[in-house]
Structure formats: structure tokens, C-alpha cells
């Protein structure tokens, strides 16, 4: 129960949030956008035009004085309770139209989910509480609803791991002008999002792996989704394949 719990939380933000409508590396289909928009806050308790505009602005001021969440400015402990922050005014600045942050929703053709707009931001938690609860009515024991529901209210972790580690621990494949980092055990736990410092440098690219020792699990669920048409995963701005071991040595007998 966790583990699917984990994966849809996941899969929501790493797929629908992220390479959809934050960078457009995939596109999701009618039906699919529709049910990222109006249950994306259901089903991860977070907006999905605030997220996308937050994360806009992310790559903007990288590591940066006005990065929304960067360990260079608060530590990497610090990181859970800047995003929160970070992810309120957001919400204020695009209630009150304010230009700060309404010139990063290009694209982004819908309102603020109406739970925000009406004050009414903690009903998804309230609605997986009930839900863990019931499971726990119905199957008797504790277990099973706590790991419903600490696997479906995972984000503040998982984004916290990305945002901090992701940008101060791990390898660099491209030199980028911020502090982004592949951190490869992120990567596994949270869907290839661990791969900063690829994503930073090709942040349209539906993939963020690039070498052939990075792997990039919420790409693997993009291609699946694309073959059932869910999604088509758009081929500009992608990552290009890193040169294989055969090709370094013949470039540098070029040299």
C-alpha cells in the first residue's frame, strides 16, 4: 500500500506537474491534463499552477538570492520549511495578480485549483485522512492506513531530497552557472528528479538520465504512457545521448 501510494504521488508531480506543464517536455493528453488540473490537489495537496510557477521560478534564479528553495541560501535543512513558504507566497502572488509571479504561467491556461481560491487548501488532507482511517475500519489493524497515507503525503520529502541533495550533494555531467547536482539514490526514490544537474541543462527534455548509468524511472513511465496514449513525449529539447566509451576514445585520438 505504501509503495503505490508512493508511486501515484510521485507520478503526479514528476510526470503531470513537472515534464507537463512546467517545462512541456511531454504532452499530456486532453483527458489526462484535465485529471492533472482539477485532481492534481486532490491527490497531492498541492496546486498544480502554484508547483509549476514555483518551480519556473527555480530555474530562473537558480541557486540564486531569489530561488524559491536553494541549500546555498538556507542550508539543506532548512529546505522543507523554505519550500512551504516559498509555495504560500506563491499562491498570494498569484491571487493578487501580482507581475512577480504571473510572468512564469505561460502556458499555464487554467486558475489556481478552487480549494486555494476559497481558503479551502486542507481538504485533500482531510479527504486521505478519512481514507486511512476507513481502510483501517474496514481491515482492522493500524498498518495498512499509515502507510496509505504517509506514502500519498510524501512530497514534503521527496522534494525536499531533490531540492537539497539535488543541489549540493552528487556528480556534475555539464557545467551549469548554479549548484546542480546528480544525485543517483534521489533518482531512484524519486523518479529520476534526482538528475539535476542534467535537467538544469536541458530542463525542455523529457529525460533527465544521460549517461548509461543513470536511470530515470519516471522517463521509463513516460514511454509506457506514450504507448498507450496518455502522453507524447516531445522530442525537442531532448537530452542527447552521451558518447559511449568507443567515441570519447576516438575523440581524443582526434585531439
Same mark, same amino acid.
Given at each position: 500500500?505504501?509503495?503505490?501510494?508512493?508511486?501515484?504521488? %510521485?507520478?503526479?508531480?514528476?510526470?503531470?506537474?513537472?515534464?507537463?506543464?512546467?517545462?512541456?517536455?511531454?504532452? =499530456?493528453?486532453?483527458?489526462?491534463?484535465? =485529471?492533472?488540473?482539477?485532481? #492534481?490537489?486532490?491527490?497531492?495537496?498541492?496546486?498544480?499552477?502554484?508547483?509549476?510557477?514555483?518551480?519556473?521560478?527555480?530555474?530562473?534564479?537558480?541557486?540564486?538570492?531569489?530561488?524559491?528553495?536553494?541549500?546555498?541560501?538556507?542550508?539543506?535543512?532548512?529546505?522543507?520549511?523554505?519550500?512551504?513558504?516559498?509555495?504560500?507566497?506563491?499562491?498570494?502572488? =498569484?491571487?493578487?495578480?501580482?507581475?512577480?509571479?504571473?510572468?512564469?504561467?505561460?502556458?499555464?491556461?487554467?486558475?489556481?485549483? /478552487?480549494?486555494?481560491?476559497?481558503?479551502?487548501?486542507?481538504?485533500?488532507? %482531510?479527504?486521505?485522512?478519512?481514507?486511512?482511517?476507513?481502510?483501517?475500519?474496514?481491515?482492522?489493524?493500524?498498518?495498512?492506513?499509515?502507510?496509505?497515507?504517509?506514502?500519498?503525503?510524501?512530497?514534503?520529502?521527496?522534494?525536499?531530497?531533490?531540492?537539497?541533495?539535488?543541489?549540493?550533494?552528487?556528480?556534475? $555531467?555539464?557545467?551549469?552557472?548554479?549548484?546542480?547536482?546528480?544525485?543517483?539514490?534521489?533518482? /531512484?526514490?524519486?523518479?529520476?528528479?534526482?538528475?539535476?544537474?542534467?535537467?538544469?541543462?536541458?530542463?525542455?527534455?523529457?529525460?533527465?538520465?544521460?549517461?548509461?548509468?543513470?536511470?530515470? =524511472?519516471?522517463? #521509463?513511465?513516460?514511454?509506457?504512457?506514450?504507448?498507450?496514449?496518455?502522453?507524447?513525449?516531445?522530442? &525537442? #529539447?531532448?537530452?542527447? &545521448?552521451?558518447? $559511449?566509451?568507443?567515441?570519447?576514445?576516438?575523440?581524443? &585520438?582526434?585531439?
Amino acid at each position: 500500500m505504501f509503495v503505490l501510494a508512493y508511486i501515484a504521488k %510521485v507520478l503526479m508531480i514528476t510526470i503531470g506537474y513537472h515534464r507537463g506543464l512546467a517545462h512541456g517536455a511531454v504532452t =499530456l493528453s486532453p483527458g489526462l491534463r484535465r =485529471l492533472v488540473i482539477e485532481g #492534481g490537489s486532490w491527490l497531492t495537496g498541492l496546486d498544480p499552477k502554484a508547483w509549476s510557477v514555483m518551480h519556473r521560478m527555480h530555474h530562473a534564479y537558480s541557486d540564486s538570492e531569489k530561488d524559491p528553495h536553494s541549500p546555498k541560501n538556507v542550508g539543506l535543512l532548512g529546505i522543507p520549511m523554505e519550500q512551504l513558504k516559498s509555495y504560500k507566497r506563491v499562491i498570494i502572488g =498569484l491571487m493578487r495578480k501580482d507581475k512577480k509571479y504571473t510572468r512564469f504561467t505561460a502556458g499555464l491556461d487554467f486558475e489556481l485549483s /478552487w480549494l486555494n481560491r476559497r481558503g479551502l487548501w486542507y481538504l485533500p488532507y %482531510v479527504l486521505h485522512i478519512v481514507i486511512a482511517v476507513s481502510l483501517g475500519l474496514i481491515v482492522g489493524g493500524w498498518l495498512l492506513p499509515l502507510c496509505y497515507f504517509f506514502g500519498i503525503m510524501s512530497h514534503p520529502i521527496q522534494g525536499g531530497l531533490v531540492n537539497s541533495l539535488g543541489h549540493a550533494r552528487g556528480g556534475r $555531467n555539464f557545467d551549469t552557472n548554479d549548484d546542480s547536482r546528480n544525485h543517483h539514490i534521489v533518482a /531512484w526514490l524519486v523518479g529520476g528528479e534526482g538528475f539535476q544537474n542534467n535537467h538544469h541543462q536541458y530542463p525542455a527534455s523529457a529525460k533527465f538520465s544521460y549517461t548509461s548509468n543513470e536511470v530515470d =524511472l519516471g522517463y #521509463g513511465a513516460c514511454i509506457v504512457m506514450q504507448r498507450i496514449g496518455l502522453l507524447k513525449i516531445e522530442s &525537442a #529539447g531532448m537530452i542527447p &545521448a552521451a558518447p $559511449n566509451r568507443r567515441t570519447r576514445l576516438k575523440q581524443s &585520438a582526434g585531439s
